[in-house]
């Protein structure tokens, strides 16, 4: 079974530039979310879908992020435009639809993109 | 808000020597804990997982046992091996939602 898997896996601009970021989830499952990693700090979360709806976009920093999930399959993130501060890795993990009220089904991440915006 | 934080890095071993790697966080509600792990040029991987206090999870010789009355999760090997070179991530998942909130991470360095 294919796990997550993320393109690019690395990605340069320049600052002003338009990136997409794409995310293929583990097929059939429901929980999509984007985390990312600023250069030795924690993994931040920016995102979480649940099918195609977006459930909790709270850690998104400013709306030059967008964010879509088609069809509740694949996702991109889109950062338009490029800052220097958006450098980092981004992560997506995938995880099957929660039962109950306790949400902790396994998440399954993928390797990352880098983004180096210069 | 809910918070992790887990001891600076980088750490750098000798082979076989003792391993921990501390981890407190802050929380409110019954938290699950992990720790995950990525090796270089791989993505993040679940090591181990504790869902209530006391629980011990436990995977590839690594350990960490979910202590409520400390707050902490800290990260145990007996004998590290050149294959653990990597950064270890602790987290926690609340039950108000599906997001995991990571520490910053440690780079772990085993030299032969």
């Known amino acids: 079974e294919a796990g997550v898997t993320q393109f690019p896996s690395h990605s340069v601009i320049e600052k002003g530039q338009t990136v997409t970021l794409r995310c293929d989830p583990i097929s059939g499952h429901d929980n999509l979310y984007w985390y990312r990693r600023v250069m030795g700090k924690e993994i931040k979360f920016l995102l979480h879908f649940v099918k195609e709806s977006k459930q909790d976009e709270s850690g998104m920093p400013n709306n030059r992020f967008l964010a879509e999930r088609t069809g509740g399959t694949y996702s991109t993130l889109k950062v338009q435009p490029a800052e220097l501060e958006d450098s980092g890795v981004y992560f997506c993990a995938s995880s099957q639809a929660s039962t109950g009220a306790r949400m902790n089904t396994e998440a399954f991440f993928g390797q990352g993109t880098r983004l180096t915006v210069v | 808000g809910d918070s992790v934080t887990q001891m600076e890095g980088p750490v750098t071993l000798s082979e076989e020597a003792f391993l921990t790697i501390n981890c407190t966080y802050t929380a409110t509600g019954y938290p699950s804990l992990f720790w995950y792990v990525q090796y270089p040029g791989e993505g993040l991987q679940l090591l181990l997982k504790?869902?209530?206090?006391?629980d011990k999870g436990s995977n590839k010789g690594f350990e960490a046992t979910y202590r409520k009355e400390t707050t902490s999760f800290h990260l145990e090997k007996g004998s590290v091996q050149v294959s653990d070179s990597a950064v270890y991530f602790c987290?926690?998942?609340?039950?108000?939602?599906?997001?995991?909130?990571f520490g910053q991470g440690t780079e772990l360095s085993v030299k032969p």
């Open positions: 504790a869902t209530k206090a006391d």
């Open positions: 987290a926690l998942l609340n039950n108000q939602g599906g997001k995991l909130i």
